[in-house]
Each structure stands twice: as structure tokens, then as C-alpha cells.
């Protein structure tokens, strides 16, 4: 069954230092998506992406995050400025595009890199 | 805004037994609504949806969940559990218009033998 891969699975920085973590959705979905967990919180919506641009961001999506499909399979997440708080589980989730109303399709996730910033 | 409630952080159960994981929901129109399922070291997985249609909507290792407007409920169901069922439990709601994913705190199943 085909299946949404992150790489790294555990990514530790220091704080500042610029990081990027990379998705690979599954491949005949257009929609990708980023969403963080940060220990013992909920799971949060981050970025959507369809088409080469952003389709819908959350406030926590600030200038400091940016969001890549730089080929045809990955996916990338930077965080330009790593903060303490930005330490979390960062989800890679995928979708298609049938439908055209929204959030009607289920969206595939990853397993997740964990991001520890020091 | 939309937003969901677990009420409970744990759930036990015996093997065998029938298990509820409640979900609650508050979103602006209609809610798509959906249950996923996180083993250890492993991202979120699909179980089920509601999008329209038949309030009982059935998924993946044989759970299903109701719709209930009303109460604005979406609590998962099995009618038998397994000890293999024990994991963290999500559930997520949407809408028409948006494609992002408003998420329940989770609630840890734990079946026990």
C-alpha cells in the first residue's frame, strides 16, 4: 500500500540554525500538507499546498516557515530561524483531488521527524 | 473557528467487549468529519469519515462511527474489541471551502486481555 515517507525521522538543532524536513507523498496525490504536534498537544494544521502554491495557511505558518515541492516527489518544510517552541512532531500529510469542496478527502500522513531545537 | 473535544483522555475496555471513543464537534456549516488512528512510531491512519449522507458510516478493522447532528457527536464504535485495537485515537474535523484539519486532543485506547 503506498504510503507517505518523512525523512529525517529525528532532526536535533541548535537554536537559529535553519532546518529542513522533507516529505515524499504518495505519488498520484496533489495536495500536501504540513501539520506539528507539539508534546502533549493537540495536532495542528500548518500549510496547505496544491498546485505549485499555498492554498491555506494557520497563523503559526509565519515568515519563518516555508513550504517547497522541489521536484516531482518531495515535499519540503524550512523553518528559517528555528525557535525553542518550534521543537515538535511534524506531520507530512497527502490527499487527492477529487471532489471539489474541500476537506471531503481523506489526508494520508507520515509517520513524522521529530525536531528537537536546543 | 472550529474545534473538537475528546472528553476522555483514556479509555479501557476488555477484549471482546464493545467499545465508544467520543467525539464532539463545533464548526460553522457543515462538518467533515473524520477518525484516525497512531500506532507507536507511526503517523496518523485513516479509519473513517462522515462527509453525507448515512449517519452510520463504517471503516477500516471494523469500527464505525455515528453522526449525530443534534448532539454534534461523532463517536467511534466496535462492537468487539482487540487487544491489537489499543492505540491513540484522533478525531478531525473540516468543512466545505477548506482543506485544513482541526484535530481532537486523542483519547489512548487500552484493551486489555
Known amino acids: 500500500e503506498p504510503e507517505v515517507t518523512q525523512t529525517p525521522s529525528h532532526q536535533v538543532t541548535q537554536m537559529g540554525q535553519e532546518v529542513i524536513l522533507r516529505c515524499v507523498p504518495i505519488?498520484?496525490?496533489?495536495?500536501f500538507y504540513w501539520y506539528r504536534q507539539i508534546l502533549g498537544q493537540k495536532v495542528e494544521f500548518l500549510v496547505s499546498?496544491?498546485?505549485?502554491?499555498?492554498?491555506?495557511k494557520s497563523e503559526i505558518f509565519d515568515d519563518q516557515f516555508s513550504v517547497e515541492r522541489p521536484d516531482g516527489s518531495n515535499f519540503t518544510l524550512k523553518i528559517r530561524s528555528t525557535k525553542l517552541e518550534d521543537s515538535a512532531m511534524y506531520f507530512c500529510?497527502?490527499?487527492?483531488?477529487?471532489?471539489?469542496?474541500?476537506?471531503?478527502?481523506?489526508?494520508?500522513f507520515g509517520p513524522g521527524t521529530r525536531l528537537t531545537v536546543l | 473557528a472550529q474545534s473538537v473535544a475528546q472528553p476522555e483522555d483514556q479509555v479501557n475496555v476488555a477484549e471482546g467487549n464493545p467499545l465508544t471513543v467520543k467525539c464532539t464537534y463545533s464548526?460553522?456549516?457543515?462538518?467533515?468529519l473524520f477518525w484516525y488512528v497512531q500506532y507507536p512510531n507511526r503517523g496518523l491512519q485513516f479509519l473513517l469519515k462522515?462527509?453525507?449522507?448515512?449517519?452510520l458510516v463504517k471503516g477500516s478493522y471494523g469500527f464505525e462511527a455515528e453522526f449525530n447532528k443534534s448532539q454534534t457527536s461523532f463517536h467511534l464504535k466496535k462492537p468487539s474489541a482487540l487487544v491489537s485495537d489499543s492505540a491513540l485515537y484522533f478525531c478531525?474535523?473540516?468543512?466545505?471551502?477548506?482543506?485544513?484539519?482541526?484535530f481532537g486532543s486523542g483519547t489512548r485506547l487500552q484493551v486489555q486481555p
Open positions: 500529510a497527502s490527499s487527492e483531488v477529487l471532489g471539489t469542496s474541500g476537506a471531503d478527502n481523506e489526508q494520508f
Open positions: 478531525a474535523v473540516g468543512r466545505p471551502g477548506r482543506r485544513a484539519l482541526t
Open positions: 505519488s498520484n496525490h496533489l495536495y
Open positions: 464548526v460553522s456549516g457543515n462538518p467533515y
Open positions: 462522515y462527509i453525507t449522507g448515512d449517519n
Open positions: 499546498f496544491y498546485n505549485n502554491e499555498i492554498s491555506e
